[in-house]
């Protein structure tokens, strides 16, 4: 969790968000393979597999409902954040859906809704996971597998990611390679980090399947695609660690060697003093130049210290050495200043949104950086595009959402930023992403006190002024219904571009139908004037 930045920088030039704790990055270590069973499969292919039956949950005794803390107090929003509020909406209609449809979640009895939800697309599929489960559709919304346990995918592959079937998990589609990423972290000892990939550009093909061992607690990881490896940042713990407080891993899996089924390693970089960290991901076909470190980013501030705002976004620049993890190397955090933020509702697992109908209030996950820091190779420049949620001057949620543009030295530099701040309303738990021509778009929670949550799209096209998303929002899905007894919300929404053409926007979010228990997920696309 992060806050208000501790200091912007240190003596040495560097960051430091706890205070009289530099930010210490230890040396690169090779997590343990692991590998029981084939490595490639499962048997002749996903799609022909028969998920095996969950054990029955165990009953366990009826806790009574929690009591539902007040919302934290709303915080003074300086005049340098106020200036870069978008109030009004875009003055261009709204991009039209072009395709809408229910994903997983609660669809009738027998099924629920969830959290931890991740959405990629290939040249003919859409692939989501939500929770513990997985599914596969067709374009139009057609059902073609699943819902099955993530743990499918390595059935016939040990006891451990075939075994435990854990929330987290995430998908990507490597437009690179034209293969498919399925990571799976196991959270009980003996932790580990499960990779499948696929074998072709079928997603109901064959996987080649990885397991490596780590020695600390893998959670939140937020795999990226990068030319020289997978990265996969993770968090050791939501809670205090004695004399470190914070502890974050930089870890990075053997991409080229995984690709072809090789035996692969990966590498881990445990980081002390550190914010939840979002490594770079390339979208598009044109790969960053040879050699490029990958850049991670992060917001200031340590939520777990009461620091909950700050002025800066953070990066760190990768270099991995597959032939000696002593030569890889991981740069001190970086600030980049920017306009000052508050973490929405002072951070994550807080009683933030309201809903009509109920005390309950959602969760805002306010303290970190949304999936995914979104890469792209222009040719006459390279950008990333990544958003958190904030606190608005109306004493509600917003979306700040930035592009970056990396300099002679491969260091990010700030192109563009702005709040999306148009009312009263919460806007919160972003992803964005920019198509070939330079347009963006970012899908998000919106609700209130009078709207049930529901999803939204706001975009631009590069030519807008900066700062500005310059079409009116789209609508994607209404909530109907709200929800309880729990605050959690998602966690993150997600946003891909479609690779047939690199300009169709495919997003997926949460909502509550009317008189449901659960929510339901909604998957949708758009495509912004002028790109196809």
């Given at each position: 969790?992060?806050?208000?930045?501790?200091?912007?920088?240190?003596?040495?030039?560097?960051?430091?968000?706890?205070?009289?704790?530099?930010?210490?990055?230890?040396?690169?270590?090779?997590?343990?393979?692991?590998?029981?069973?084939?490595?490639?499969?499962?048997?002749?292919?996903?799609?022909?597999?028969?998920?095996?039956?969950?054990?029955?949950?165990?009953?366990?005794?009826?806790?009574?409902?929690?009591?539902?803390?007040?919302?934290?107090?709303?915080?003074?929003?300086?005049?340098?954040?106020?200036?870069i509020e978008q109030t009004k909406q875009g003055s261009r209609p709204a991009p039209a859906?072009?395709?809408?449809?229910?994903?997983?979640?609660?669809?009738?009895?027998?099924?629920?809704?969830?959290?931890?939800?991740?959405?990629?697309?290939?040249?003919?599929?859409?692939?989501?996971?939500?929770?513990?489960?997985?599914?596969?559709?067709?374009?139009?919304?057609?059902?073609?597998?699943?819902?099955?346990?993530?743990?499918?995918?390595?059935?016939?592959?040990?006891?451990?990611?075939?075994?435990?079937?854990?929330?987290?998990?995430?998908?990507?589609?490597?437009?690179?390679?034209?293969?498919?990423?399925?990571?799976?972290?196991?959270?009980?000892?003996?932790?580990?980090?499960?990779?499948?990939?696929?074998?072709?550009?079928?997603?109901?093909?064959?996987?080649?399947?990885?397991?490596?061992?780590?020695?600390?607690?893998?959670?939140?990881?937020?795999?990226?695609?990068?030319?020289?490896?997978?990265?996969?940042?993770?968090?050791?713990?939501?809670?205090?660690?004695?004399?470190?407080?914070?502890?974050?891993?930089?870890?990075?899996?053997?991409?080229?060697?995984?690709?072809?089924?090789?035996?692969?390693?990966?590498?881990?970089?445990?980081i002390e003093g550190a914010v939840f960290m979002l490594n770079s991901d390339v979208t598009?076909?044109?790969?960053?130049?040879?050699?490029?470190?990958?850049?991670?980013?992060?917001?200031?501030?340590?939520?777990?210290?009461?620091?909950?705002?700050?002025?800066?976004?953070?990066?760190?620049?990768?270099?991995?050495?597959?032939?000696?993890?002593?030569?890889?190397?991981?740069?001190?955090?970086?600030?980049?200043?920017?306009?000052?933020y508050h973490y929405l509702c002072d951070g994550q697992l807080s009683s933030c949104v309201?809903?009509?109908?109920?005390?309950?209030?959602?969760?805002?996950?306010?303290?970190?950086?949304?999936?995914?820091?979104?890469?792209?190779?222009?040719?006459?420049?390279?950008?990333?595009?990544?958003?958190?949620?904030?606190?608005?001057?109306?004493?509600?949620?917003?979306?700040?959402?930035?592009?970056?543009?990396?300099?002679?030295?491969?260091?990010?530099?700030?192109?563009?930023?702005?709040?999306?701040?148009?009312?009263?309303?919460?806007?919160?738990?972003?992803?964005?992403?920019?198509?070939?021509?330079?347009?963006?778009?970012?899908?998000?929670?919106?609700?209130?006190?009078?709207?049930?949550?529901?999803?939204?799209?706001?975009?631009?096209?590069?030519?807008?002024?900066?700062?500005?998303?310059?079409?009116?929002?789209?609508?994607?899905?209404?909530?109907?219904?709200?929800?309880?007894?729990?605050?959690?919300?998602?966690?993150?929404?997600?946003?891909?571009?479609?690779?047939?053409?690199?300009?169709?926007?495919?997003?997926?979010?949460?909502?509550?139908?009317?008189?449901?228990?659960?929510?339901?997920?909604?998957?949708?696309?758009?495509?912004?004037?002028?790109?196809?």
């Amino acid at each position: 969790m992060k806050l208000f930045l501790l200091a912007s920088l240190s003596v040495t030039g560097f960051a430091q968000f706890i205070p009289d704790k530099p930010v210490v990055i230890h040396p690169a270590v090779n997590s343990v393979p692991v590998r029981e069973g084939s490595l490639i499969g499962p048997g002749e292919g996903l799609g022909a597999t028969i998920a095996k039956e969950r054990p029955p949950r165990a009953q366990g005794r009826v806790r009574p409902p929690a009591p539902i803390p007040p919302p934290p107090k709303p915080p003074e929003i300086p005049a340098a954040a106020k200036a870069i509020e978008q109030t009004k909406q875009g003055s261009r209609p709204a991009p039209a859906v072009i395709e809408s449809f229910d994903g997983l979640g609660y669809s009738g009895e027998g099924t629920r809704g969830g959290i931890d939800i991740s959405l990629a697309v290939g040249p003919e599929h859409v692939f989501q996971i939500l929770d513990g489960n997985m599914a596969v559709f067709t374009k139009k919304g057609k059902l073609l597998f699943g819902p099955v346990p993530n743990t499918t995918v390595f059935q016939g592959f040990g006891t451990r990611c075939s075994a435990t079937n854990n929330s987290d998990s995430v998908v990507r589609y490597d437009q690179l390679a034209k293969r498919w990423l399925i990571v799976v972290p196991v959270f009980q000892a003996p932790y580990a980090m499960c990779y499948a990939v696929s074998e072709t550009a079928d997603p109901l093909g064959k996987y080649y399947r990885y397991e490596f061992q780590r020695p600390l607690f893998p959670d939140y990881p937020r795999p990226a695609v990068w030319p020289d490896g997978y990265y996969s940042p993770t968090s050791t713990s939501d809670d205090p660690i004695p004399n470190v407080v914070t502890q974050k891993h930089a870890c990075v899996a053997d991409r080229e060697r995984m690709l072809k089924g090789e035996p692969a390693t990966e590498q881990c970089v445990v980081i002390e003093g550190a914010v939840f960290m979002l490594n770079s991901d390339v979208t598009g076909t044109k790969p960053p130049p040879k050699g490029s470190p990958n850049i991670m980013l992060s917001t200031g501030g340590t939520q777990l210290l009461k620091h909950l705002e700050d002025d800066g976004i953070y990066f760190y620049k990768i270099h991995v050495d597959w032939s000696d993890a002593a030569k890889t190397t991981v740069s001190k955090p970086q600030k980049i200043a920017v306009a000052p933020y508050h973490y929405l509702c002072d951070g994550q697992l807080s009683s933030c949104v309201p809903q009509p109908g109920t005390e309950r209030r959602l969760d805002s996950q306010g303290d970190k950086l949304m999936q995914g820091l979104m890469y792209r190779n222009f040719g006459d420049h390279e950008a990333l595009v990544v958003d958190h949620s904030i606190a608005t001057s109306a004493n509600a949620g917003g979306v700040r959402w930035y592009e970056f543009r990396l300099n002679a030295q491969r260091d990010p530099v700030l192109y563009q930023q702005g709040t999306l701040a148009m009312d009263s309303s919460y806007r919160w738990l972003g992803s964005v992403a920019m198509d070939r021509k330079g347009d963006i778009a970012m899908g998000y929670s919106f609700g209130s006190a009078a709207n049930p949550a529901g999803q939204r799209l706001a975009s631009r096209l590069a030519k807008d002024p900066k700062g500005q998303m310059g079409f009116h929002e789209t609508t994607l899905v209404e909530g109907k219904g709200s929800q309880g007894p729990s605050l959690r919300w998602e966690d993150y929404t997600n946003i891909a571009l479609d690779p047939v053409d690199d300009c169709t926007f495919w997003f997926t979010g949460s909502y509550v139908k009317a008189d449901a228990p659960s929510s339901t997920t909604r998957i949708g696309s758009m495509v912004l004037p002028g790109c196809k």
